[in-house]
């Protein structure tokens, strides 16, 4: 039997949110304020954000990069999913320092992930300064929250890293914040993904200014027969259906890279042919492709996968 959520639940959630889209939380008060707080997020918010990092981890086990038995850091770890869903795939890990404003989350985190792999060990820490800078760090849904000085820090943080994994909201001003860090991070760090390559983002010509890099993950189909999600999505007026996501994935130094051109966001399908924002060394762009010279290829397209890449140049 599915869990039902009461109405006192439902409110928490919806003033929770509120205070995720609204403006910088970094000087409010914290917002984590029990355990049933904690709890109802983890069970909610949580999940959507950590459908996202299923997506990004299952592309980046896909292409390799990282070396074996590293530890992490979750900065910003709130309830832990970030380490959870890094957890799945790298069973191998040997430690998880976790940070967050809020001692309840970190203890939280700690306690749910000591529950579900007790092989590994936990570390809380009072201050990021105590955070080893060499781990693979696991940034997840932070920019709203930071302010300058902050932001900086984490930027230099993850420039002296093994590795950083970082994903966020796919909106415009989020993603505009991630590729403008981007152009620092390039300097010491190889991008696995979404990068096809090491240039300076194409994104940041004048022409491009109103578009901005992210893909959308999918949900597990199971939620569409659950009624515990659909209540869920009706009391908040959350869309269940595609998650967007802006993130980047890097590895210290020189490294194996996909370099086949990337599609950004969603192609238009229309009768005959799609258009796609394909993402080049030689920049972004709108490209048309049409069905004539390569049905199969708009068909993928018009499926809308998280990962779609171009093996051969098309017409225009």
């Known amino acids: 039997m599915e869990e039902i959520l009461s109405t006192a639940d439902y409110q928490t959630l919806k003033d929770l949110r509120q205070v995720f889209i609204g403006e910088s939380t970094e000087r409010r008060k914290d917002y984590w304020s029990d355990a049933r707080v904690l709890g109802l997020y983890d069970r909610t918010f949580a999940r959507r954000i950590g459908w996202k990092w299923d997506a990004v981890l299952d592309e980046l086990k896909s292409k390799g990069g990282f070396t074996a038995g590293l530890p992490v850091v979750d900065f910003g770890c709130g309830t832990g999913v970030a380490s959870e869903k890094w957890l799945e795939r790298f069973s191998d890990t040997p430690v998880v320092h976790l940070f967050d404003r809020s001692r309840a989350a970190m203890k939280f ?3 749910k992930l000591t529950q579900l792999h007790p092989g590994v060990k936990v ?11 060499t781990a693979v760090w696991l940034v997840s849904h932070v920019v709203n929250e930071l302010g300058p000085e ?16 970082w994903v966020e909201p796919g909106t415009h001003a989020v993603s505009r914040t991630v590729i403008a860090a981007r152009e620092h991070l390039g300097n010491t760090h190889t991008f696995l993904a979404p990068c096809p390559h090491q240039a300076r983002c194409g994104l940041f010509d004048p022409k491009n200014a109103d578009d901005w890099c992210h893909q959308f993950a999918s949900p597990p189909r ?62 972004v762009s709108e490209e048309k492709f049409m069905s004539r010279d390569d049905k199969a290829f708009v068909k993928e ?16």
Request: aromatic residues 10%.
């Open 150 to 165: 902050s932001a900086r820090f984490l930027t230099n943080a993850m420039g002296t890293s093994a590795g950083f994994v």
């Open 301 to 316: 397209l018009d499926r809308g996968a998280f990962d779609q890449r171009i093996s051969e140049p098309k017409e225009k």
């Open 123 to 133: 570390e809380l820490h009072p201050s990021p300064e105590s955070l080893p800078e």
């Open 222 to 283: 199971e939620i569409y027969q659950s009624s515990f999600w659909k209540k869920f999505g009706d009391e908040l007026s959350v869309d269940l259906r595609g998650l967007p996501v802006s993130y980047l994935v890097g590895v210290k130094g020189k490294a194996t890279r996909t370099a086949l051109p990337r599609v950004l966001g969603r192609a238009r399908v229309y009768k005959g042919y799609a258009l796609a924002y394909v993402c080049r060394e030689s920049g």
């Open 109 to 111: 985190a700690e306690q």
